[in-house]
Nanobody
Framework: QVQLVESGGGLVQAGGSLRLSCAVS????????MGWYRQAPGKQRMLVAS???????NYADSVKGRFTISRDNAKNTVNLQMNSLKPEDTALYYC????????WGQGTQVTVSS
């Protein structure tokens, strides 16, 4: 049973920072892709940032220069450092890893007040 547990969400003022973490446990091998997605109310889930097993990163245009994704292969964790947060970053953030198929976490709420 593969389990993804996100942490680090919360309420922050605009301009502030948060760090999201996702811990992957269970029988999972060769994670080739790890990513953070977000879904705001009434909107579709979108990819925020991703990182491959070769540490190639990709970011949504809206977060470039503000967010940084990182992974620890030994610990099977993926983190998202979010700086200079804006109210439009408010959403439910999901961790996803791909190893033969996608696995999703339950999500962690990020709320940025103006």
């Amino acid at each position: 049973q593969v389990q993804l547990v996100e942490s680090g969400g919360g309420l922050v003022q605009a301009g502030g920072s948060l760090r999201l973490s996702c811990a992957v446990s269970g029988s999972i091998f060769s994670i080739v892709f790890m990513g953070w997605y977000r879904q705001a109310p009434g909107k579709q889930r979108m990819l925020v940032a991703s990182i491959t097993s070769g540490s190639i990163t990709n970011y949504a245009d809206s977060v470039k220069g503000r967010f940084t994704i990182s992974r620890d292969n030994a610990k099977n964790t993926v983190n998202l450092q979010m700086n200079s947060l804006k109210p439009e970053d408010t959403a439910l953030y999901y961790c996803m890893v791909h190893s033969g198929r996608p696995y999703w976490g339950q999500g962690t709420q990020v709320t940025v007040s103006s």
